[in-house]
């Protein structure tokens, strides 16, 4: 987990991580801070290892990781997150020692996370990941969220 941990210290993505958690702070919803993004990491290895996928742990996670660290870019000039954290990520994971395939594979899922896809491959897996982290259920301001009721999590499922 060496390379995870470099992209979580890496200067960029602090900073954007610190950004995110500034612009957040008021937010009744849903955050984007590193309890979610953990979250997904955690239930895309989970899903990763049940349908023996293959996938590198180190990669799962820097997709988790990275996937919403455009939120800021997002809030402030309007270019979508998933843009937003592929771009960044492109910075960020050649400096973390992630090999050209892998950056692709990565940029790939992270750029295209809100796309739901049948292919059970790290784009599925960081989709239903991160749709799975949210705890509708247990949200006080679920009555107020634009999600469409098919999205949201009403039910402890396994």
């Not at 979250?39 to 895309?44: K, Q």
């Not at 050209?100 to 996370?113: C, G, P, R, T």
């Not at 739901?116 to 960081?126: E, G």
Request: proline share 3%; glycine share 6%.
């Amino acid at each position: 987990m060496e390379r995870v941990n470099r992209v979580w210290n890496h200067p960029l993505y602090r900073e954007n991580m610190q950004e995110i958690l500034k612009l957040e702070q008021d937010r009744i919803f849903c955050g984007h801070g590193p309890g979610h993004l953990l979250d997904v990491a955690r239930l895309a290895w989970i899903m990763n290892l049940e349908l023996e996928l293959g996938y590198d742990k180190s990669v799962v996670y820097a997709a988790a990781l990275v996937h919403d660290i455009g939120r800021a870019m997002e809030y402030q000039s309007g270019v979508s997150h998933e843009e937003g954290s592929r771009r960044l990520g492109a910075v960020i994971l050649p400096d973390c020692g992630y090999r050209e395939d892998e950056q692709k594979l990565i940029l790939e899922a992270v750029a295209s996370h809100r796309q739901i896809t049948k292919r059970r491959d790290l784009n599925w897996l960081l989709y239903r990941a991160d749709k799975m982290s949210r705890l509708c259920l247990a949200c006080p301001a679920e009555k107020l969220c634009d999600w469409p009721a098919e999205k949201k999590n009403m039910e402890i499922k396994g």
